[in-house]
């Protein structure tokens, strides 16, 4: 979402910049358009690639705690909503209530794999 959000931004930037130093300057050797569209390109992929990083540093970290007052005051509404260490911890409570169970139960069916049988 921020790659694509920062390429429009860098294109519309891209447009007025570009625009703006061919009035004021002139086109150069190469034209108009040529050194608007490498204004205009340019200045996409930067935006893009930075806005992007900034997406994903931003949603790597922990819930904020509006949206974890929110889960216990409504309940689990988004299970999606989760970080990465709540996502694995749940994970491993899963692979431990499942190795419980086939443990309690001799006739349950094996968790190894089935490529490693």
Known sequence: MGAMMGTGVGLT????????????G?????GALPTLSQYMLSSAATFGFFLSIGSVIR????????????????????????SRSQGAQTIRAQWAAAAARARASPSAPSLASP???
Request: glycine share 14%.
């Open 13 to 24: 930037i891209g447009f007025i910049f570009g625009s703006w130093t061919i009035l004021r």
């Open 26 to 30: 002139g086109a150069g050797p190469r």
């Open 59 to 82: 949603n790597d970290g922990e819930l904020t705690p509006q949206i974890l007052a929110a889960q216990q005051k409504y309940g689990q509404m988004y299970p999606s909503i989760a």
């Open 115 to 117: 490529i490693s049988r």
